[in-house]
Each structure stands twice: as structure tokens, then as C-alpha cells.
């Protein structure tokens, strides 16, 4: 079974600052996408960046950004320039493409993100 | 265009009651899915449906059940609450299968004393 570990249950950056957000997964598979979720205090998850494995470019969106090495399954998301509005709870996410009937993401445990003004 | 919405947003149960959790989803999504949320654990998948008439479990399935006789609705049903399953529960949904964005609705929280 697919296992995702996030290591660091806290997190705290000052505003600005780039901080880093560490994910490892456990796979035998090639084909997979993987996901950084948020889960602001209003509870409501929203998706903020997604990787393709097959594709060696790291994904960016706007401050948003990974290294996926794929040799080591890990995945790590960095958010640069921190904004207050950064400050959530960050979900790892991993899940098997083609893998018909049983289409589901398994997810790591979070880390919560702290942006200190 | 709502989304992903859920009714109750909060409930209280005794120990034995039954309940069921409504998501709507007005998106025209084939995926959808029930996750439990407690802390230290992340989410974890109840249960989900990757088209209308179909479901399966998922990770932690024992202790409830879901229907997806519409399309657009997906049901979870407590048959006899325990304490274990206070929980905050998110239903989502997908216009396909995992490489397309889970769309979450806004959580239930129940309690069972």
C-alpha cells in the first residue's frame, strides 16, 4: 500500500521569508501524480500545485513551487515571499494513475504552516 | 455555481443513533468521495463512487455506508454511531479520475457522545 509521510507536523516562517514543506511517499509504481493540498482555518481544502511523475520539470504556480525527485519519492513544496494568507494546514497527496476501480489519493498526515508578521 | 456542499454542518449524536450525511455536488463530476479528518491522521477515505450506481471502499469503510443513486448526490449513512466516529467529515469530487482536482466541500463535524 501507498504510504505518505510528512515529517514536520509544525512549521513557522516569518513573513516574506521562503520556507520549505517536506513530503516523502512510498511507491512501486512509475505512473502517479502527486499534490500539495490547503486546508485554511476556514476548514475548506483547496488544491495548490500538482506534479505529473513522468514529467522531470518541477511544477510552479506563482510563489508556489516543488522539487520532485523521484529517485528519493519525495516532494517537497516551497512557498516563496509568505503571505499571511499562506498560513494553513499543507496536505501531501499521492495518487496511482490508471489504476481503473481503484482511483483514490492517499494523503499524509499535514503540516500546519504558521506565518509569523 | 455552489460546488461541493454538505448538510449538517454540525451534528451531535448518542452513542447507537443512525444518521446521514448529504453532498451535492452541481458540477457534473463522475468522482466522488468521503473522507474522515481527525488530527494527527490527515484525511482518510471512507468511501467513494467513481460514477453514478457505483461505490467502494476505501480506506477506513467499517461503520458506514454510502449511496450514489443521483449523479450529482453522495450519501453517507451512519447505521449505529459510535464515540469513534466523532470526526470531521469532507465529502469531494472530481470531473474524472485522480489527475483532475478534488473539489472539497466545507466539513461536517460530528460528534458522538
Known amino acids: 500500500a501507498q504510504t505518505v509521510t510528512q515529517s514536520q507536523p509544525e512549521m513557522s516562517v516569518q513573513e516574506a521569508e521562503t520556507v520549505t514543506l517536506s513530503c516523502t511517499y512510498d511507491t512501486s509504481e512509475s505512473d502517479y501524480y502527486l499534490f500539495w493540498y490547503k486546508q485554511p482555518p476556514s476548514r475548506q481544502m483547496i488544491l495548490v500545485i500538482r506534479?505529473?511523475?513522468?514529467?522531470?520539470q518541477n511544477a510552479t504556480e506563482n510563489r508556489f513551487s516543488v522539487n520532485f525527485q523521484k529517485a528519493a519519492k519525495s516532494f517537497s513544496l516551497k512557498i516563496s515571499d509568505s503571505q499571511l494568507g499562506d498560513a494553513a494546514m499543507y496536505f501531501c497527496?499521492?495518487?496511482?494513475?490508471?489504476?481503473?476501480?481503484?482511483?483514490?489519493?492517499?494523503f499524509g498526515t499535514g503540516t500546519r504552516l504558521t506565518i509569523i508578521p | 455555481n455552489a460546488g461541493v456542499t454538505q448538510t449538517p454542518k454540525f451534528r451531535v449524536l448518542k452513542t447507537g443513533q443512525s444518521m446521514t450525511l448529504l453532498c451535492a455536488q452541481d458540477m457534473n463530476h463522475e468522482y466522488m468521495y468521503w473522507y474522515r479528518q481527525d488530527p494527527g491522521m490527515g484525511l482518510r477515505l471512507i468511501h467513494y463512487s467513481v460514477g453514478e450506481g457505483t461505490t467502494a471502499k476505501g480506506e477506513v469503510p467499517d461503520g458506514y455506508n454510502v449511496s450514489r443513486l443521483k449523479k450529482q448526490n453522495f450519501l453517507l449513512g451512519l447505521e449505529s454511531a459510535a464515540p469513534s466516529q466523532t470526526s470531521v467529515y469532507f465529502c469531494?469530487?472530481?470531473?474524472?479520475?485522480?489527475?483532475?482536482?478534488?473539489?472539497f466541500g466545507p466539513g461536517t463535524r460530528l460528534t458522538v457522545t
Open positions: 497527496a499521492y495518487g496511482r494513475t490508471f489504476n481503473f476501480g481503484n482511483e483514490k489519493l492517499t
Open positions: 469531494a469530487s472530481s470531473l474524472r479520475d485522480i489527475i483532475y482536482e478534488q473539489y
Open positions: 506534479q505529473e511523475a513522468y514529467k522531470q
